[in-house]
T-cell receptor
């Protein structure tokens, strides 16, 4: 999607290993989000950021941490990956007062 | 591409027919609603939105209807095309509480 890229697109990792997913935007939007998408569920918010170094937890934040050292980058880290974290992860951006998100193309993470 | 849902409700329509996709939302305080389209292997894309002070809004080939009495939202797609095949889901937003809830979605198949 234009203006927002996620990396990697696919990753397979072993249980107990750390994993970092990256989201990069070129839109200079203040708000960035990490969601996970699982079969039978709607998108669920993991963490979000409302500015550089300003982050907060979402509804499914256990086992995840985030960092935002620059406006354009928002990193999601699984400190010790578990099989329950196998999912498709989406990053999204929005501007203040805008509730419509622009989503990245997603990262499919498989924890074996 | 990424699987967005193995157990989603499915709607199958003939090319050229009209499609109606429904969504029941949960929070009476939600005051803004968005429909997203998600194609296989891609992130969700904004289609159309509606505020709670409206009951109908039209876009290009799409119409969203909102019934606040029964907390129901629908997306109508006119003259459905093969390119409309995707998963569609609604999002309900409580703008005052800065909270967004995504539905699990409906998979639309368009038969040529």
């Amino acid at each position: 999607d234009a203006g927002i890229t996620q990396s990697p697109r696919h990753k397979v990792t072993e249980t107990g290993t750390p994993v970092t997913l990256r989201c990069h935007q070129t839109e200079n939007h203040r708000y960035m989000y990490w969601y996970r998408q699982d079969p039978g569920h709607g998108l669920r918010l993991i963490h979000y950021s409302y500015g550089v170094k300003d982050t907060d937890k979402g509804e499914v934040s256990d086992g995840y941490s985030v960092s935002r050292s620059k406006t354009e980058d928002f990193l999601l880290t699984l400190e010790s990956a578990t099989s329950s974290q196998t999912s498709v992860y989406f990053c999204a951006i929005s501007d203040p007062g805008g509730y419509g998100y622009t989503f990245g193309s997603g990262t499919r993470l498989t924890v074996v | 591409g990424e699987s967005v849902g193995l157990h989603l409700p499915t709607l199958s329509v003939q090319e050229g027919d009209n499609s109606i996709i429904n969504c029941a939302y949960s929070n009476s305080a939600s005051d803004y609603f968005i429909w997203y389209k998600q194609e296989s292997g891609k992130g969700p894309q904004f289609i159309i939105d509606i505020r709670s002070n409206m009951d109908k809004r039209q876009g290009q080939r799409v119409t969203v209807l909102l019934n606040k009495t029964v907390k129901h939202l629908s997306l109508q797609i006119a003259a459905t095309q093969p390119g409309d095949s995707a998963v569609y889901f609604c999002a309900e937003i409580n703008t005052g509480g800065f909270k967004t809830i995504f539905g699990a979605g409906t998979r639309l198949f368009v038969k040529a």
